[in-house]
């Protein structure tokens, strides 16, 4: 067989696009065959082992950045537009990125995105909160597949997520306010999970072990047929813990469907998300021996209209949280919480495109109820509500509804992008009648390699149920407290070429009625205030492509580097001995990541990452769980991990070392993180 017809042959069992019909999945119904796409990056493809190794992955590059499908739809506004169209810049996590990071959680797989904060209290995302830009965990929307997830009860739970990282395609992270796209929780920014879309029948088997008695297994199973497609993948996970009782119990249930015709498209999913574990000193340094179990519940479902002039977009959304806090695992009964939060969404969104550009138009329902021990007004007697499968009742309830009302419209030309718009809101908790949040977003291509963009977005709060009604001997809520409200700037440029990429973008959040929960003396329980704060910084955002660099080379892939620096300043005079969560911001944070390829199908990535966090906690003795009554800074520290994967024909086995160099990590208070952690898996997939 000559070299041309080999190439040709290669050609033939590769198909590429550039331009989809505005569907993610039109290309994979088309054929049954995988189709590979690049996202964001330069990739590279091998043919097969018939073909000279180094010629085949120099040709196909080549192409792959001739076609590279910078058109993928991002949540940069409430528009479907491509990525290169969108005003606003979102950070992408690719399916690349999370294959190679040494990571089993999608909570730890954030870690590296130098803009996102994530604070940890327990391992493979027992408990984490998540933050942007100098913000709080309670100021970021988390949506799945575009619907939103985020938790009115506590941001604690809100990346209690019911997929595992393996179901996952991409994250999209949006930095800044986004109350006109998203409602009232997307304050500081917007996290969405994409998941991954079947191509083809199969079942994927996977098995993870290591050490501290970590064990994990899981399953995908999924049907494509021409226009109807489901995939249903579960999990479950086990360790005995790295650290004083910080032993889990995880397990993850997911489904999703998806039905195309010419007259719409209907995507649904379904989920749950199952945890108990030893919560360590996650909410009080006093007490080692605290536990927690949650059970949240997800479903959601979603369509858009293919003909008209009009495209119409609606969605339904259900969630529900079963939470059971235990203050001393081996006394439940001195102390417990039981809470159980519904969330019922409804939301339509309209749009066209005309010779004046892209428009929608929208509204989105919320409503929140929650049936509690400790949270919400009291019930009454003889109101009392039964805690299913325990001998407790629910003794207090509150319910608020929530309406928005959006409007935007993008001027899409040659070498730029305006993005203007507003949200009209009302909550029935307030009695303000509608508030208006107006945003401009505005991007300019002066070449194909150059993009500068500018925006000012304004947004709002509701503060949860927990900064509203938790009163314990060391806390007590606000009933009395406003909505959180803020007014945001933000520039910044990005340049793109087939060897460097990079981004620069600077920030100013103006925040009035910040809520935190602070203590005014040493002596003093933490209250839940609001107070006025500023959130500045800037961040830089590079990948080199060595294949590309130094073609001549067959080992290094890609190197990504990362910088943030935020600062903060306080307006008001109020002495504060400390902060809980609002001044314990990332000063510093650095990401490093350089990916290798060392033969085909052989991979690995060392990943280095450096923070600083500003704050100080009340150190406690490790032994007997007293406070020494000294303020204690949060050291900086750097943490490297590394993963080495093998991918062969249905095979693919790894292994990967976390914090490799055994670092004292605490990222919450007196909690400390696991030092290193070894793990290896396997997984076996079979196509029909």
């Known amino acids: ?266 995507d649904w999913q379904a989920g749950v998300s199952s945890q108990d574990f030893g919560a360590n000193t996650f909410y009080t340094a006093k007490y080692a021996n605290q536990f927690e179990a949650t059970r949240q519940y997800y479903a959601s479902a979603k369509a858009k209209t293919n003909k008209g002039w009009i495209k119409l977009a609606p969605s339904f959304s259900f969630q529900r949280t079963n939470d059971h806090y235990v203050l001393m695992r081996t006394n439940p009964a001195a102390y417990q919480n039981f809470h159980r939060l519904d969330v019922f969404g409804h939301g339509l969104n309209a749009f066209l495109e005309s010779s004046l550009g892209k428009t929608s138009a929208g509204y989105d329902i919320r409503w929140e109820e929650i049936y509690s021990t400790s949270l919400g007004k009291p019930l009454g007697e003889g109101h009392e509500k039964k805690v299913h499968g325990e001998d407790a009742h629910y003794t207090k309830h509150d319910f608020r509804r929530n309406y928005s009302a959006f409007f935007e419209h993008n001027i899409i030309l040659d070498k730029a992008t305006i993005s203007l718009g507003v949200m009209a809101n009302n909550n029935s908790a307030l009695d303000n009648g509608l508030d208006f949040y107006p945003g401009v977003d505005v991007s300019y291509r002066p070449t194909n390699q150059w993009r500068l963009f500018a925006s000012w977005n304004k947004a709002l709060r509701m503060p949860t149920f927990i900064d509203l009604y938790y009163n314990s001997p060391t806390s007590e809520g606000n009933v009395g407290l406003q909505p959180e409200k803020t007014e945001a700037f933000s520039i910044g440029a990005e340049y793109r070429s087939e060897i460097f990429s990079g981004r620069v973008d600077a920030f100013y959040n103006k925040g009035k009625d910040m809520i935190d929960w602070v203590m005014y003396s040493a002596d003093d329980a933490y209250h839940a205030a609001g107070f006025e704060l500023d959130n500045m910084g800037f961040s830089v955002h590079t990948t080199t492509r060595f294949q590309d660099l130094l073609p001549n080379q067959h080992v290094l892939k890609s190197f990504k580097l990362g910088y943030s620096y935020i600062h903060q300043k306080r307006h008001d005079d109020t002495p504060i001995y400390k902060s809980n969560y609002a001044l314990q911001y990332l000063r510093h944070k650095v990401v490093a990541n350089l990916g290798m390829q060392f033969m085909p199908g052989f991979t690995g990535n060392i990943a280095y990452r450096f923070q600083e966090r500003m704050g100080q906690y009340i150190a406690f003795d490790a032994d007997t769980h007293t406070s020494t009554g000294h303020l204690a800074d949060y050291k900086p520290y750097g943490v490297v991990d590394l993963k080495v994967q093998y991918a062969w024909k249905k095979w693919t086995l790894f292994g990967e070392a976390s914090n490799i160099f055994d670092v004292d990590v605490v990222d919450l208070g007196n909690i400390p993180q696991p030092g290193r952690w070894m793990k290896a898996g396997v997984s076996y997939t079979i196509n029909w």
């Open 1 to 266: 067989m000559n070299k041309q017809n080999q190439h040709n042959q290669c050609r033939q069992r590769n198909a590429r696009w550039r331009h989809f019909d505005n569907k993610s999945f039109a290309v994979f119904r088309s054929i049954k065959r995988e189709v590979s796409i690049g996202v964001l990056s330069v990739a590279t493809l091998a043919c097969g082992t018939v073909l000279n190794v180094q010629a085949q992955e120099t040709v196909e590059r080549k192409q792959m950045q001739q076609y590279a499908l910078d058109e993928i739809e991002v949540t940069a506004s409430r528009t479907p537009l491509q990525e290169l169209q969108a005003a606003r810049p979102v950070t992408v996590l690719s399916r690349q990125d999370i294959q190679a990071a040494a990571v089993q959680s999608i909570n730890d797989l954030l870690k590296y995105a130098v803009g996102v904060d994530v604070r940890q209290r327990g391992a493979f995302g027992v408990q984490t909160d998540i933050s942007l830009r100098g913000g709080t965990f309670d100021q970021v929307t988390i949506l799945l597949n575009g619907i939103n997830i985020t938790n009115a009860m506590t941001g604690h739970l809100s990346a209690d997520f019911p997929v595992a990282m393996e179901d996952v395609e991409r994250i999209e992270v949006l930095e800044g306010p986004a109350a006109r796209l998203f409602g009232t929780s997307a304050f500081s920014g917007a996290i969405n999970i994409v998941t991954r879309a079947a191509k083809q029948s199969g079942v994927t088997l996977r098995a993870l072990g290591g050490e501290h008695g970590l064990y994990k297994t899981g399953a995908s199973v999924s049907q494509v047929g021409k226009h109807m497609q489901h995939q249903v993948s579960a999990s479950y996970g086990r360790s005995d813990g790295a650290v004083e009782n910080s032993d889990f119990q995880q397990r993850k249930l997911y489904y999703q469907g998806h039905h195309d015709n010419e007259l719409f498209d209907a």
